[in-house]
């Protein structure tokens, strides 16, 4: 919980008025993977431009809470919203900072804010958006070419990114709960590996199942939970690691089945295990990366402004694990710096771009994430090979180091991105966040006061 104080005189109708408007966006951002220490900047930052003092803000994975106490003999006007729709729309998050800034900026009212808000959220894109079907396959192609898939494995991956994409649409449309959307969804990629097999057997289908797999876990909040457990924010982190455990369970239980499924037709998909990408075609190494991200910002519906960045972060993600394994780094090693590098680019770019850092830091991971090894573990598993345990434990390992690398690359650009002009549709909020740490506050703090005008009654 962290107290912001400020000069009051706002009225209760107008404090519950900005305690709404601060949740509805805290709430956005929140929902869609944003920080928690980043979510509860924003609200103070509501809070304080509106001239409302001695604020708590309490921000875990599904309540928001805003309480102000007048003096010391009245009592406290509080609020809280609960957080209940998730999921990865990375234009949500950059149009609710934009409104946001806005009012801090005393640039729009509060009633024009809300209309803004309300406005936003019941925008729908709809199952089949062009944009995102687009990102989908984009992403299934760069991921089966960077395995090393043939055109048969390239064209059948993007097919089964647009099947799960679709089905997902279908399936939470239904209000299915997430777990069993990752499980039915988990189920496509062996079954169109089967298919492809019954046409053709010398196609390797495996590679199918495992760029399915990675289309499943990109959007997972790994990356955002181990930035709230090293801000400090355990309870969020908790919520949220435990969240993408439960939807990795769903992925490894649908493609699990899948498998099964193919085992019991005579179909046999055997992997082989990973091989580091080397240099040898370093134009096609490249391209896979940027193709990879490129898709994934457009999956999730990311501004114009952070294709060609998402795109270049992807490339030279790949580029620098590539050159680390080749350097004989150990793989967890690689992969995390690989993920700092990025984090640090990542977290410069948004700044200057006006964007939220997890609008280009998860997407540049993507062409990293474990799914063949993940798939290979439960291959082995699934013909009784107790030594898909140890790889599958080793591509958790991955996936943790990765995020933790991301996490480290923005806490060491902390200093220079502070530093920085900052977008025009951004808040002056810090990089990272610790809730408990008074020193971290107060420079928190000093950074918002800055820039923020007080409100006259009249202007809210």
Same mark, same amino acid.
């Given at each position: 919980?962290?107290?912001m104080?400020? %000069?009051?005189?706002a009225?209760?109708?107008?404090i519950?008025?900005?305690?709404?408007?601060? *949740?509805?966006?805290?709430?956005?951002?929140?929902?869609?993977?944003?920080g928690?220490?980043e979510?509860?900047?924003?609200?103070?930052?509501?809070?304080?431009s509106?001239?409302i003092?001695?604020?708590?803000?309490?921000?875990?994975?599904?309540t928001?809470?805003?309480?102000h106490?007048?003096?010391?003999?009245s009592?406290p006007i509080?609020r809280?919203? *609960?957080?209940?729709n998730?999921?990865t729309?990375?234009?949500?998050?950059t149009?609710?900072d934009?409104?946001?800034?806005a009012?801090?900026?005393?640039?729009v009212r509060i009633?024009?804010?809300?209309?803004?808000?309300?406005?936003?959220?019941r925008r729908?894109?709809g199952v089949?958006n062009?944009k995102i079907m687009?990102?989908g396959?984009?992403?299934?192609?760069?991921?089966?070419w960077?395995?090393g898939?043939?055109l048969?494995v390239?064209?059948?991956?993007a097919?089964?990114?647009?099947? *799960?994409?679709l089905?997902g649409?279908?399936l939470?449309?239904?209000q299915?709960?997430t777990?069993f959307v990752q499980?039915?969804?988990g189920?496509v990629?062996?079954?169109?590996?089967v298919?492809?097999?019954?046409?053709?057997?010398?196609v390797?289908?495996?590679?199918?199942?495992a760029?399915?797999?990675v289309?499943?876990?990109a959007?997972l909040?790994?990356?955002?939970?181990?930035?709230?457990?090293v801000?400090g924010w355990?309870v969020t982190?908790?919520g949220?690691g435990?969240?993408?455990?439960?939807l990795?369970?769903g992925?490894?239980?649908?493609?699990s089945?899948?498998?099964?499924l193919?085992?019991?037709?005579?179909?046999?998909?055997?992997?082989a295990?990973?091989?580091?990408?080397?240099?040898s075609n370093?134009?096609?190494?490249?391209?896979?990366?940027?193709?990879t991200?490129?898709?994934?910002?457009?999956?999730c519906d990311?501004p114009?402004r952070?294709?060609?960045v998402?795109?270049a972060?992807?490339?030279?993600?790949?580029?620098?694990?590539?050159?680390?394994?080749?350097a004989?780094?150990p793989t967890?090693?690689?992969n995390?710096v690989?993920?700092?590098?990025?984090?640090v680019?990542?977290?410069?770019?948004?700044?200057?771009?006006?964007?939220a %850092?997890?609008?280009?830091?998860?997407?540049a991971l993507?062409?990293l994430?474990p799914?063949?090894?993940?798939?290979?573990?439960l291959?082995?598993?699934?013909?009784s090979?107790?030594?898909?345990?140890i790889?599958?434990?080793?591509?958790?390992?991955?996936?943790?180091?990765?995020?933790?690398?991301?996490?480290?690359?923005?806490?060491?650009?902390?200093?220079?991105?502070?530093a920085?002009?900052?977008g025009?549709?951004r808040?002056?909020?810090?990089?990272?966040?610790?809730?408990?740490?008074?020193?971290? *506050?107060?420079?928190?703090?000093r950074?918002q006061?800055?820039?923020?005008?007080?409100?006259?009654?009249?202007?809210?």
């Amino acid at each position: 919980m962290i107290t912001m104080e400020a %000069p009051t005189g706002a009225t209760p109708l107008v404090i519950h008025e900005v305690f709404d408007f601060a *949740m509805r966006i805290g709430e956005v951002k929140l929902a869609n993977g944003a920080g928690a220490a980043e979510v509860t900047a924003t609200m103070l930052a509501i809070a304080r431009s509106a001239g409302i003092s001695h604020v708590d803000a309490d921000v875990t994975f599904s309540t928001l809470a805003l309480s102000h106490l007048p003096s010391k003999l009245s009592s406290p006007i509080t609020r809280m919203r *609960m957080v209940t729709n998730r999921g990865t729309n990375y234009y949500l998050i950059t149009e609710a900072d934009a409104i946001a800034a806005a009012f801090v900026r005393n640039e729009v009212r509060i009633s024009a804010a809300q209309n803004r808000v309300t406005q936003l959220l019941r925008r729908n894109l709809g199952v089949a958006n062009p944009k995102i079907m687009v990102g989908g396959a984009m992403v299934g192609i760069g991921v089966a070419w960077l395995f090393g898939g043939d055109l048969v494995v390239v064209a059948t991956a993007a097919v089964a990114a647009l099947v *799960m994409q679709l089905l997902g649409g279908l399936l939470a449309r239904a209000q299915w709960p997430t777990f069993f959307v990752q499980v039915a969804c988990g189920v496509v990629g062996p079954l169109l590996a089967v298919l492809v097999h019954a046409l053709d057997p010398t196609v390797n289908t495996s590679l199918i199942v495992a760029v399915s797999i990675v289309a499943l876990l990109a959007g997972l909040t790994t990356v955002s939970a181990v930035q709230d457990a090293v801000g400090g924010w355990y309870v969020t982190a908790a919520g949220r690691g435990f969240e993408a455990l439960m939807l990795t369970v769903g992925v490894i239980g649908g493609v699990s089945g899948g498998i099964a499924l193919a085992n019991a037709l005579g179909i046999f998909m055997v992997t082989a295990p990973y091989q580091i990408p080397t240099f040898s075609n370093l134009a096609q190494l490249a391209a896979c990366g940027a193709i990879t991200s490129a898709g994934f910002v457009l999956w999730c519906d990311a501004p114009r402004r952070s294709w060609l960045v998402a795109g270049a972060l992807g490339a030279l993600c790949i580029l620098t694990y590539t050159a680390l394994g080749a350097a004989g780094i150990p793989t967890t090693w690689a992969n995390a710096v690989a993920a700092a590098t990025s984090g640090v680019l990542a977290s410069v770019a948004s700044r200057l771009l006006g964007l939220a %850092p997890i609008v280009l830091i998860t997407p540049a991971l993507v062409p990293l994430l474990p799914g063949y090894m993940l798939f290979r573990g439960l291959s082995l598993l699934a013909q009784s090979d107790n030594s898909g345990i140890i790889i599958l434990i080793s591509a958790s390992s991955i996936a943790i180091s990765l995020a933790a690398g991301a996490v480290f690359g923005q806490f060491a650009s902390a200093p220079l991105v502070n530093a920085l002009p900052k977008g025009a549709t951004r808040l002056n909020l810090p990089s990272l966040s610790q809730p408990f740490s008074s020193l971290r *506050m107060r420079r928190m703090q000093r950074s918002q006061r800055r820039p923020l005008r007080r409100r006259r009654r009249d202007d809210l």
